[in-house]
């Protein structure tokens, strides 16, 4: 039985303990897998940008399922997509340009602030929040408040 290329990254990574999802499916957990793609030109960038990132702690780095990518696992509390990415930019890596990559970029850059600011917000005790919306209620003119004293009022 001959493997295409994309099985045998899957055998090779399962015996590695490395799980590869896909980079855009939901991802439970603080655990990432995503793929960083490179432009066509200048060549050589993916074997640059890989001896870079591996020098990275904590951040594991694979050869991608497409052969301009790389694949890497981190954890968003010591890396993110964003950050990763602007370090290669700044390094002088050209990323894919595309209008899709442009989107699933600006998708996962949302996706992991929101998840690191949720993450590290102050949480919000249920309690406290409706006494708080209660008092606010009291003090605000609605049509439930009668300003006649009590031995004015005619009760119905």
């Not at 700044?90 to 602030?113: M, P, S, W």
């Amino acid at each position: 039985m001959r493997l295409n290329p994309e099985q045998a990254r899957l055998i090779r990574d399962k015996e590695r303990g490395l799980h590869r999802p896909h980079p855009l499916l939901p991802q439970a957990g603080s655990r990432k897998h995503r793929e960083i793609r490179f432009g066509k030109l200048p060549p050589g960038q993916v074997e640059r940008a890989h001896v870079l990132l591996v020098r990275l702690p904590d951040l594991v780095v694979e050869p991608g399922v497409l052969p301009n990518a790389l694949s890497v696992w981190y954890d968003i509390e010591d890396h993110t997509m964003e950050a990763l990415e602007a370090a290669l930019r700044r390094q002088g890596f050209h990323l894919e340009n595309t209008l899709y990559a442009k989107l699933i970029r600006a998708f996962v850059y949302y996706c992991e602030d929101t998840q690191l600011r949720n993450m590290h917000g102050p949480q919000r005790l249920i309690k406290q929040s409706h006494d708080i919306y209660s008092k606010a209620w009291d003090h605000h003119p609605h049509g439930d408040h009668d300003d006649a004293p009590p031995e004015l009022r005619i009760d119905r």
